[in-house]
């Protein structure tokens, strides 16, 4: 109601209180009492029907706009088999958060490895716009720009917890956003497997000879590390991983963790169990989409994916912490899988090589060589730090108490 509908109402309340406004006209023309109350009346009734129709314009009109607000069907292609425990479910999390969240308004629907396009097509399927997103890892795309390897892992880089700062909070997201950008890609963090396992090989690893020769799936910079110190590194789906090694295609796997690796079966195909993951250290995954699609969101939804994705990639990383330890067990303790730990002189190898490969893959690629500085000095701030919290508390966790036995 307006000021001026206001006053009018509140005029015509005195009128019928006081029953005349108009002392000359009343008495000229001695207008009884009774009429002038009908009218006021009249006209009061008049004026709130119109403030009625004002108010039930608006609510038709905001009633309009919530009825026209658009929905959307997307397709989230991945590079996992579906439903696979950790990795395949991120993305069928992602799609059910988003799809609360907007109260259907953004439906995806989620296709495995093969489903819809081969695993190792998936960057290409979102670039082109075959689906609006993709779940992978962003250094199965070496091959199409060398910075990808930084968004997932390099050997002996940040863990888990570092990642996520150096992404968030170091200047690592606006550059994957930038490696990204000419194919028509946006990134998000789309989980992490924290520190993964060295592998499963079908021989012992006592030293640097045991390297030559060996046929081992290992994908991004690790795979450049373990061809230079005399092996030979390939590159294969997650799901044919256990035929390969069955019927010795490949020598070694790495894979995961005790996890994913427990739920592939590995324990049936290999004997030797080796750690640390030397390779992946804190392995990010991604949710890439469309940018064309992305554009297309309006805010509140674009902000309810960036919320799923932060969501997801957090849940995944608390998923495996809980998990693979019992895992572990498990492949120990039921199957008799050999848990080893890789040589001193074996892993100080394949770091030295780490700075080989890193140095000549960024000697001819500006955005490359912006990316592994960016991550180094990222490393080099959070590891003095880390050397008085995270490492030094470790040290004291593992600390025997006093005995409290009185003599």
Known sequence: ???????????????????????????????????????????????????????????FEGGAAVAEQKSFEWKLVTTWPKNYPGLGMAPENFARLVDRMSQGRLKVKVYGAGQMVPALEVFDAVSQGTAEMGHGAAYYWKGKTPASVFFTSVPFGLNAQEMNSWLYHGGG??????????????????????????????????????????????????????????????????GELYTAMQTGVIDATEWVGPYNDLAFGFHQVAKYYYYPGWHETGSTLELIINKD??????????????????????????????????????????????????????????????????????????????TRDSLQAFQAQVTDYHEISEEAYYRARRLETESTVQP
């Not at 950008?181 to 000879?209: D, T």
């Open 173 to 238: 997201m606006e550059l994957w956003r930038e490696t990204y950008e000419p194919f028509n890609l946006v990134p998000f963090a789309g989980g992490n497997s924290g520190v993964q396992m060295a592998g499963w090989f079908n021989r012992e690893i006592n030293s640097l000879e045991d390297l030559q020769g060996l046929k081992m799936r290992i994908p991004g910079i690790g795979g450049e590390v373990i061809t230079r110190a005399g092996g030979e590194a390939v590159t294969i789906p997650g």
């Open 1 to 59: 109601m307006d000021a001026d509908t206001e006053r009018t109402g509140t005029y015509l309340q005195r009128v019928m209180s006081e029953g005349c406004s108009f002392p000359r006209f009343c008495q000229q023309n001695k207008v009884n009492k009774k009429m002038i109350k009908k009218l006021a009346i009249s006209a009061l009734v008049l004026l709130l029907a119109a403030c009625g129709e004002q108010q039930a314009a608006s609510s």
């Open 293 to 370: 699609a992305w554009e297309s969101l309006p805010d509140d939804l674009q902000a309810m994916v960036e919320a799923a994705a932060r969501t997801v990639n957090q849940d995944m990383l608390d998923e495996y912490t809980a998990r693979n330890n019992a895992a572990l067990v498990q492949l120990v303790d039921e199957h008799g899988v050999q848990l080893r730990r890789l040589p001193d002189d074996v892993l100080v190898k394949l770091k030295t090589i780490t700075a080989e490969v890193l140095d000549e893959l960024v000697a001819n690629n500006p955005l490359a060589l912006k």
